[in-house]
């Protein structure tokens, strides 16, 4: 007896050890480039089919439902071994950081979607602020006449959801291909399913989440469903292999915008008004006001309901949850942190500029409109 111990001991350093081990290997391989570039143009192609196969077909989430398992075993299993569970948990620990990094995480070191889109002028240039303004302007106009096609929110969370499902599929068929982070092109993705465990998501102000071991996209169903299918748009932008938060927004916001659902195309013009509206706010509150001024009620309480929902749940799990975001998202590179979701603006004012994507000709069309009777909108195709 007194000689199993320390042998015991040694087995499980070296079973932790190389948990460990594995974890590290994940976190080595996103750093090497031509590994990202393999992960990219062949392994996440061939992965991402497997996983939708997987989980795509059921109606509720899958992942959560192993999660839960998973984390159910742990506890007995150290229950039941105590000491004698470390090295197993830490080796299990690991396989699951590598399996991250393998399903998806190098997908933060793929090129930057900004440097496929057209230039944009610079933000804090002062000539640039009466274009921002421009455009917020023409975007509350967007969203004005959004508001008055045949929007439906009404239904079953799943009958709702089906429909925002497919509204950004068929969205997503006029995301030009060389625009994807990876060739995608062919892959039938999963649809957004309600998360089961939203109720813990709106305490700790999280609007939906990619699970990457599973390939699914979730949504907080508690939120209003005005947000509905611009987080469901980001979240699938996830899927695709876009891990970065700013570009995830972009692309969810342009796929509502190129569907022809009257509801998921008002999500997408109350997400791409919010994106110029949050920097209009920074840089010129009086435009902003005029702006605001000129918003139908609908459109305004719309919002004023989205707001009021985080602000309804903020709170100290609100701000743990928040710089664990910020803590995970520096880990995978994204200096900014949780800052990165903020820096969506940018990429529209590229996104804009970009003649494949048709977002400034919508603009475009509302400015031109400004002054003349309105007529039916039509989305990006
Ligand atoms: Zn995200």
Known sequence: MTRRAPTGRGSQARI???GVGLALLGRILAGIPAVV?????????????????????????????????LIVSAIAFALARRTRALGGLAFGGGLLVLAFYLSWGLAYGYPPLAGRLADAPDLDEEASRPRLAGLAGSSARLVARASEGALSFGGSDAAFLARVNAGLDEGFTR??????????????????????????????????????????????????????????????AHQRGFARENE?????MIT?????????FYG?????????????????????????????????????AEAAFWKKHEGAAGKVSERVNDTYLKAQGVKSGIGSYAETTRLILQAVATPGLNLGRLLQAESARAEVPRTPVQPVR
């Not at 497997?50 to 192993?66: I, N, R």
């Not at 995830?248 to 969810?252: P, Q």
């Open 16 to 18: 932790a050890g190389l």
């Open 37 to 69: 570039e393999w992960h990219r143009t062949e392994f996440f192609p061939r992965v991402a089919p497997l996983l939708q196969w997987a989980s795509g077909g059921a109606k509720g989430t899958v992942g959560e439902v192993v999660a839960l398992c």
């Open 175 to 236: 995301w030009p291909a060389a625009l994807e982070a990876a060739p995608v092109r062919g892959i039938v993705f999963g649809p957004a399913k309600p998360s089961r465990v939203s109720f813990a998501l709106s305490r700790l102000l999280i609007s939906g989440f990619y699970f990457p071991w599973s390939g699914e996209a979730q949504i907080n169903a508690e939120m209003p469903r005005t947000l509905w299918p611009r987080v469901s748009g980001h979240e699938k």
């Open 248 to 252: 995830a927004t972009l692309i969810g």
């Open 256 to 264: 509502c915008l190129s569907s022809h659902d009257p509801t998921v």
């Open 268 to 304: 997408g013009a109350l997400g791409l008004f919010v994106g110029l509206d949050r920097e209009l706010a920074r840089v010129d509150k009086e435009a902003r006001r005029r702006i605001w001024a000129e918003l139908p009620p609908r459109v305004v309480s719309h919002l004023e």
